[in-house]
């Protein structure tokens, strides 16, 4: 299996987080897996490239089939074991329509939260401007205040798209994960911090919990403001 069957994933990271989350959900604890250093650029290796010629991680391959986007592989992994383990993916037109909307909805999020908390990271001194930090921040807070009205309408120990957990909290939690670390507050935003606080206790998210926030305490706090 390890010849046809590989994931290479970095710890702290979304996408790779997700891939992991779906093979716990589908039951897959036998998939070969190597964890690899970001900071030591092994995402860039040769054994990396050869599967994502983009240098990125997750790389994944299934059977030989690669497939590296971490939407993407959840969703052929779903549909490859359907059966096994808990289904992500409803079969009620409605219900799964509700999932589809919520996994996409975290690209926007994702996309938000990127353009605020690492705006002094990609913006050279010279070339900031106040303006548009205020205005990639104000983005982001709405964005947030529409995820926790998602929740507030959902109910009491909800998931993000029903009573059950689905595809969309795969694609969720991660995310909303690495805010947390990042510092969001947990006061203006009570239903997404009740939603984490549960969701983490789920065994596959502690099953995959990335090893460094284990040992190593949040050194940055880009969304503390939101």
Known sequence: MADNTILY????SPPCWRIMIALQEKKLFGIPQKLLCFDKQE????E??????????PSFKHNGNIVNESFAAC???ESQYKSQGNQLIPDAPAEQALVYQRMFEVLTLHQKMADYAFYNWRVPEPERHESALARNKAALTSEFTLWEGYLGKMGPQSYIAGKNFTMADVMLFPQLALCVRFGLSQKRYPYLLDYYNRV???????????PHWKDTPPTLDPLKEV
């Open 43 to 46: 995402h860039k290796s040769p």
């Open 200 to 210: 983490k206790e789920r065994p596959s998210i502690q099953a995959t919990w990335p």
């Open 75 to 77: 969703m052929y992994l």
């Open 9 to 12: 994933w970095g710890s702290g």
């Open 48 to 57: 990396v490239l050869a599967l994502n010629p983009r240098g990125q991680l």
